[in-house]
Nanobody, 118 residues
Framework: QVQLVESGGDLVQPGGSLRLSCAAS????????MGWFRQDSGKSRELVAT???????KYGDSVKGRLTTSRDDDKNTESLQMNNLEPEDTAVYYC????????????WGQGTQVTVSS
């Protein structure tokens, strides 16, 4: 099994920036697609960003223009650069992976907390 661990979550003021990272270990498979989701208290899990093995990306409507995702296959990591953060971005952020030809992300990290507050 592949294990995913997120890091980089923190308390930040509105307008600030954070960079989240996700490290993979164990039975790493390739090719694969990677993704980021988030979930705040009382809300459903929301798509943040996805990236395929070929570098094709898509972003959730709520974060377009403010977040950028990337991957480093040599180091088995994926990153999420978040800029111009707003209080509405407060949530637990999860990284995930799936085999490229599947439709469902079936490997998940335990999440990292991002809090945006003045």
């Amino acid at each position: 099994q592949v294990q995913l661990v997120e890091s980089g979550g923190d308390l930040v003021q509105p307008g600030g920036s954070l960079r989240l990272s996700c490290a993979a270990s164990g039975s790493i498979f390739s090719p694969n697609a990677m993704g980021w989701f988030r979930q705040d208290s009382g809300k459903s899990r929301e798509l943040v960003a996805t990236i395929t093995s070929g570098g094709e990306v898509k972003y959730g409507d709520s974060v377009k223009g403010r977040l950028t995702t990337s991957r480093d296959d040599d180091k088995n990591t994926e990153s999420l650069q978040m800029n111009n953060l707003e209080p509405e971005d407060t949530a637990v952020y999860y990284c995930c992976r799936r085999k490229e030809f599947l439709a469902t992300y079936n490997y998940w990290g335990q999440g990292t907390q991002v809090t945006v507050s003045s």
